[in-house]
């Protein structure tokens, strides 16, 4: 069955740091282009960061300098490092890949809080 699950979400004060994860189970990661989504409550999803299969990677303005993306293809992992991480990232992140012949799949998210 194919699986991603995000882990390492958690709460943190303005400022901090902050490093989620994604494992995949079912599929392999060579050929796929991956993605980290969030969506805050009553809002609408968010691309925040995309590593494409030849290792490009690419983030929108509300993250850049801040947020990080990679993966460790040997382990079939995805990462989001986090940094100054604001109260306005607070929002539920995703983990998301696609692939050959319109293969889309997604986590079920890992909920990041950030507050004093």
């Known amino acids: 069955q194919v699986q991603l699950v995000e882990s390492g979400g958690g709460s943190v004060q303005p400022g901090g740091s902050l490093k989620l994860s994604c494992a995949a189970f079912g599929f392999d990661f060579e050929g796929y282009t991956q993605r980290w989504y969030r969506q805050a409550s009553g809002k609408e999803r968010e691309l925040v960061a995309t590593v494409f299969n030849h290792g490009t990677t690419d983030y929108p303005d509300s993250v850049l300098g801040r947020f990080y993306i990679s993966r460790n293809t040997r382990k079939n992992e995805l990462y989001l490092q986090m940094n100054d991480l604001r109260p306005e990232d607070t929002a539920v992140y995703y983990c998301?890949?696609?692939?050959?012949?319109?293969?889309?799949?997604w986590g079920q998210g890992t909920q990041v809080t950030v507050a004093s």
């Open positions: 998301q890949a696609s692939g050959p012949r319109h293969a889309d799949y």
